[in-house]
C-alpha cells in the first residue's frame, strides 16, 4: 500500500506561485504513476499534471499547460506541483493520486485510473 500526503496549499492572488508537495510512504514512489487531479466545489475531479513511472513522461491538462510543472525529489520520496500565473479558476482542493501499475511511458488522466489518494490541500485563488 502506498500512502500519500499533500501540502503546500493555501491563499494567493492572482498571478502568485505556489508548490505542492506530495509525500509518498510504504512503496518507493517511483515506482508508481502519479498524477495531480483538482476538485472545485460541485464538480468532479478533474486532471491536472500526470508523470508515468520512473518520470519518463508527463502530461498537462491544456488548463495548465505552461503554468504548471511537475516535478520529483526521488531522494524524499516526494513529488511536487509547481503552480505559477495562477487564476481565480485554479481555485479547488489539489489531490494526488498514485496508481499500482502502468505501462512504461504511459501517463494516466482519469480519478478513476489511480488506486492511492492523499487527504487534499486547498488552494485558494483571489482576484
Known amino acids: 500500500q502506498v500512502q500519500l500526503a499533500e501540502s503546500g496549499g493555501g491563499l494567493v492572488q492572482a498571478g502568485g506561485s505556489l508548490r505542492l508537495s506530495c509525500v509518498a510512504s510504504?512503496?518507493?514512489?517511483?515506482?508508481?504513476?502519479m498524477g495531480w487531479f483538482r476538485q472545485a466545489p460541485g464538480k468532479e475531479r478533474e486532471f491536472v499534471a500526470g508523470m508515468s513511472w520512473g518520470g519518463v513522461s508527463t502530461y498537462y491538462a491544456d488548463s495548465v499547460k505552461g503554468r504548471f510543472t511537475l516535478s520529483r525529489d526521488n531522494a524524499k520520496n516526494t513529488v511536487y506541483l509547481q503552480m505559477s500565473s495562477l487564476e481565480a479558476e485554479d481555485t479547488a482542493v489539489y489531490y494526488c493520486?498514485?496508481?499500482?501499475?502502468?505501462?512504461?511511458?504511459?501517463?494516466?488522466?482519469?480519478?478513476?485510473?489511480?488506486?492511492?489518494w492523499g487527504q487534499g490541500t486547498q488552494v485558494t485563488v483571489s482576484s
Open positions: 493520486g498514485a496508481r499500482r501499475s502502468g505501462r512504461y511511458g504511459s501517463v494516466y488522466s482519469g480519478a478513476n485510473e489511480y488506486n492511492y
Open positions: 510504504g512503496r518507493t514512489l517511483s515506482d508508481y504513476p
